[in-house]
């Protein structure tokens, strides 16, 4: 099991700011490309940002101009940075890398335990 690992998620009022972030371990020597989801209970998971091998981002509209995705290939990491947040901005969010490699395996579809980014007064 290759365990992504979350942090940054909390509690911020609107109109403030978090990062997050997700850290695949550090055997794994391959990541195509990364994503952040969100999700609220009873609603489907949605898209937020996406960031190839490359570094080139990709944003779900409701997003654009307030969050960035970024990656250090180096470190294995991912990053959110979230912006002008907006009470519509809570959700738990989830990592997701589309295939990893390490020396012994291929694998494909990993998601993150998820952290909570409450954006409330």
């Known amino acids: 099991q290759v365990q992504l690992v979350e942090s940054g998620g909390g509690l911020v009022q609107p109109g403030g700011s978090l990062r997050l972030s997700c850290v695949a371990p550090?055997?794994?020597?391959?990541?195509?490309?990364m994503d952040w989801y969100r999700q609220v209970p009873g609603k489907e998971r949605e898209l937020v940002a996406s960031?190839?091998?490359?570094?080139?981002?990709n944003y779900g509209e409701s997003v654009k101009g307030r969050f960035t995705v970024s990656r250090v290939n180096a470190k294995n990491t991912m990053y959110l940075q979230m912006n002008s947040l907006k009470p519509e901005d809570t959700a738990v969010y989830y990592c997701?890398?589309?295939?990893?490699?390490?020396?012994?395996?291929?694998?494909?579809?990993?998601w993150g335990q998820g952290t909570l980014v409450t954006v409330s007064s």
């Open positions: 960031i190839s091998s490359r570094g080139t981002a």
């Open positions: 997701h890398i589309d295939e990893a490699r390490d020396r012994s395996a291929r694998y494909l579809e990993l």
């Open positions: 550090g055997s794994i020597f391959y990541i195509n490309t």
